[in-house]
């Protein structure tokens, strides 16, 4: 799909033009005032127009609860403001949104297929976990409960499938290709709140007069509770209950949004205790005779992290060991958060391995279209040590990420140079290098709590929702379903935010010649990488320059605890940004494609009872942001207009 310059909410609202190959500017004249508003670049609606809609939508987010606690007080319910969010829905390639779509119910299989496979999951984390104290113990408890036997083979695999429109450019043309930034396990945000930045966006458009027939139907967090539902009818148990792993959360009120439309699905059967991993740790118990979990006397029949713990004590530890050697449903196993790690990402990516767990060539072949450059950096051959002097010269060019779940803790620009010129052998092989991708760039009104609005530069992340239920002893599918989507954004400088993560992974741990190749490339082009730890969570990436600095300095050991991911770059566009407390205006922005899905299986049997895919999230974010997600203030929660 051909791109241009910046693709523009032009077609949808008054203010802003399509842009072309040639276009520098993306709006249209200003309509000026003399008056105070905090309406910039409102690009031909008037100050108090524009200044209304933004209000309208404010007050909207409030009324929906499309809201989170705010910093100064992050553990009390007392007082709330709106989530960051864009005041328009941002363009995507329609193309790309139902490649994505179509995929995810094969993106639920694959995964639950790869936690069944014990064996390729330990020879492809050993080298992580012994310098990952988190992966170490994650796969003590994994061998623990194979050696004594899986109590509950029915399987539960909610998903999010995160994207981006990644703009390639050849000489004559650019065009826009879907590249997957990372898949989502269990604990994923966005469901409920994507829900209701769509109702947003659909009555700004009603109210504007203009055509919804290209904003697709989100219902994102039906797909979350309706196989978190079905997992919970399977153990058979009317009284069990259902335990949410999540303790004092920031994003308190989303978390309960969920809940509370798990039970009105169930007709209220469904008692819920919301417990943090240590509590699990003291108030629940296991009968060793049966192996029945107990809360106050109840038997849980599902145990649902929403929450990974990045560096999890001893204590917490042996929580999540009682509750893996249970008869409770876990959403996810410990086999499913390892087969959600970024080095399970990058091994994917090598030849031959999607075959292992697929064997439909098509699809094979749609799964891997998605796939940017993806390096893991465990090797001292001459490959690996290419790859990471290309990141060293070229860090912009790459993205280094931590080996283990999730997204954040990157490193990009000069940080992977810095980074991979310091690892040890023992760090590079806990990371992987990731190709930077550039997202397609857009215009959009940022709209954040206590900040003036704006026309800015963002770029956007699509992700699309979907589960599976499944029978792990008998690899057998219940359900398979997609629905729903979220569609993240953020300023286009921004890294961070799962928005300019990456779609290609490589792993430093390695000294062979293909992990040298990556890094020496790296080093030469880091504008092409991110360079990121192996550890899950939010930042240290290294971009640029700092990619080069790193895989100069990093000894082999710091070398194996990052990746080199490939830098995207997603389809620019402009919207407004609608924050609390700021001014609105339209800002170039990207986004950030993320699909939900789940699987419940059985692990004995390797069956699936149930694959399920529904449900997506969009996040967008000022085009030029590096790092900082939509909790951090970084990213807005999105929906699409597909054209």
């Excluded at 209000?55 to 709106?82: C, P, W, Y």
């Excluded at 004559?172 to 590249?179: D, V």
């Excluded at 003036?452 to 029978?471: A, Q």
Aim: with cysteine.
């Amino acid at each position: 799909m051909k791109a241009t310059k910046f693709v523009t909410f032009a077609a949808l609202l008054l203010f802003i033009k399509l842009g072309n190959e040639n276009t520098t500017s993306t709006h249209v004249e200003t309509s000026k005032t003399k008056s105070d508003s905090n309406i910039q670049e409102d690009g031909g609606l008037s100050a108090q127009d524009l200044e209304g809609l933004i209000e309208q939508a404010k007050i909207m987010a409030m009324n929906i609860g499309l809201i989170t606690r705010t910093n100064a007080h992050k553990d009390k319910n007392d007082v709330a403001e709106f989530v960051p969010f864009t005041l328009f829905p941002s363009p995507f390639p329609r193309k790309l949104f139902l490649q994505a779509y179509n995929i995810q119910k094969e993106m639920n299989l694959l995964y639950f297929l790869i936690s069944l496979d014990h064996k390729f999951l330990e020879e492809t984390l050993q080298t992580v976990a012994e310098t990952n104290e988190n992966v170490r113990g994650m796969l003590g408890i994994f061998k623990k409960v194979n050696e004594e036997g899986n109590k509950q083979p029915i399987t539960l695999v909610l998903e999010r499938s995160d994207y981006m429109a990644h703009v390639n450019k050849n000489e004559n043309e650019q065009n826009f290709e879907l590249k997957q930034i990372e898949v989502n396990i269990g604990p994923m945000g966005g469901p409920a709140r994507a829900d209701r930045i769509a109702k947003i966006h659909r009555h700004l458009m009603q109210k504007t007069r203009h055509d919804l027939t290209n904003m697709p139907e989100n219902d994102a967090s039906t797909i979350i509770a309706m196989g978190l539902y079905m997992a919970w009818k399977s153990f058979g148990d009317p009284e069990a209950i259902m335990v949410v792993v999540a303790g004092r959360m920031y994003q308190n009120f989303e978390q309960h949004q969920l809940s509370q439309k798990i039970q009105e699905m169930s007709d209220y059967q469904i008692k819920i205790a919301h417990l943090s991993l240590a509590e699990c740790g003291k108030e629940l118990t296991l009968d060793e005779n049966d192996f029945i979990l107990r809360y106050n006397g109840k038997a849980v029949a599902l145990v649902y992290h929403k929450t990974f713990v990045i560096k999890p004590t001893q204590e917490q530890l042996n929580a999540r060991l009682k509750i893996e050697r249970s008869t409770a449903i876990k959403c996810p196993t410990v086999a499913l958060e390892l087969a959600c790690t970024k080095k399970v990402q990058q091994a994917l990516a090598l030849p031959g391995v999607l075959e292992r767990f697929i064997t439909n060539k098509e699809v094979v072949a749609s799964i891997r279209s998605t796939f940017a450059g993806l390096w893991g950096l465990e090797k001292d051959d001459e490959e690996t040590r290419q790859i990471i002097e290309d990141a060293i010269e070229n860090p912009d060019n790459y993205v280094l990420k931590p080996s283990e779940e999730g997204g954040g803790n990157n490193f990009w620009g000069e940080e992977i140079s810095q980074k991979l010129r310091t690892f040890d052998p023992s760090e590079r092989a806990a990371h992987i290098l990731m190709q930077r991708l550039y997202p397609m760039p857009m215009k959009n009104f940022l709209v954040r709590p206590f900040k003036p609005v704006k026309l800015e530069e963002v770029v956007s992340e699509l992700s699309i929702y979907g589960f599976l239920l499944g029978n792990a002893r008998e690899k057998s599918v219940q359900s398979n379903e997609r629905r729903g989507f979220m569609l993240r954004t953020k300023l286009e400088n921004t890294t961070e935010g799962g928005i300019g993560a990456g779609g290609g992974l490589w792993g430093l741990e390695k000294d062979d010649e293909e992990t040298r190749q990556i890094i020496e490339d790296a080093i030469e082009n880091p504008d092409n990488y991110v360079l990121k730890p192996s550890e899950e969570g939010g930042g240290n990436n290294f971009w640029g320059e700092e990619i080069s600095q790193k895989l100069r300095t990093f000894d082999p050991s710091e070398r194996a605890a990052h990746i080199l991911m490939q830098r995207l770059y997603p389809m620019p566009m402009k919207n407004f940004l609608v924050r609390p407390f700021k001014p609105v205006k339209l800002e170039e922005v990207v986004s950030e494609l993320s699909i939900y899905g789940f699987l419940l299986g059985n692990a004995r049997e390797k069956s699936v009872q149930s694959n399920e895919r529904r449900g997506f999230m969009l996040r967008t974010k000022l085009e030029n942001t590096t790092e900082g997600g939509i909790g951090a203030g970084g990213g807005f929660h999105d929906s699409i207009y597909l054209f």
